[in-house]
């Protein structure tokens, strides 16, 4: 039951997190609404996070840099596969990056730092919630 819960708050907490990450992108290309968006079906994407429980656990002495790389690394793995099933089952993947650093449209080296910080994030989230009864 708890790692149900914690997948439900990881994918809640992803989808929240995009829609502000894309709204201030909205602002800081001129859309004073800084409209922000995301897709229903990220939401078991970003809970796919309770996977990484047991890693964190594990690697938790290792250096800030060499985890939030490991994450990087990760969460670029899962975006790109996610996509790449989700274009053969539907026929498209929902986001395509179009920048000149991306990879296949499915994932783009653009992300990096934002994605470093989001595995490190997650650290601390994972411990919160192991804190915590819900």
């Keep these: 039951m708890k790692t149900l819960k914690h997948f439900l708050i990881y994918g809640i907490v992803g989808l929240v997190l995009e829609v502000i990450y894309t709204g201030i992108a ?27 429980e047991p890693l964190h656990s ?19 793995l899962v975006e790109y596969t996610s996509g790449l099933m989700l274009a053969i089952i539907l026929g498209h993947c929902p986001w395509h990056y179009s920048d000149p650093l991306n990879i296949n449209g499915l994932i783009t080296l653009k992300m990096a730092p934002e994605w470093f910080l989001a595995g490190l994030g997650f650290e601390f989230l994972h411990d919160y919630l192991d804190k915590i009864t819900i």
């Design 26 to 52: 909205s602002l800081l290309k001129g859309d004073y609404s800084m409209q922000g968006f995301t897709f229903l079906v990220m939401f078991p994407i970003y809970g796919l996070a309770v996977f990484l």
């Design 58 to 76: 594990k690697i938790r002495t290792i250096p800030w840099w060499i985890r939030g790389t490991f994450y990087l690394t990760l969460i670029w």
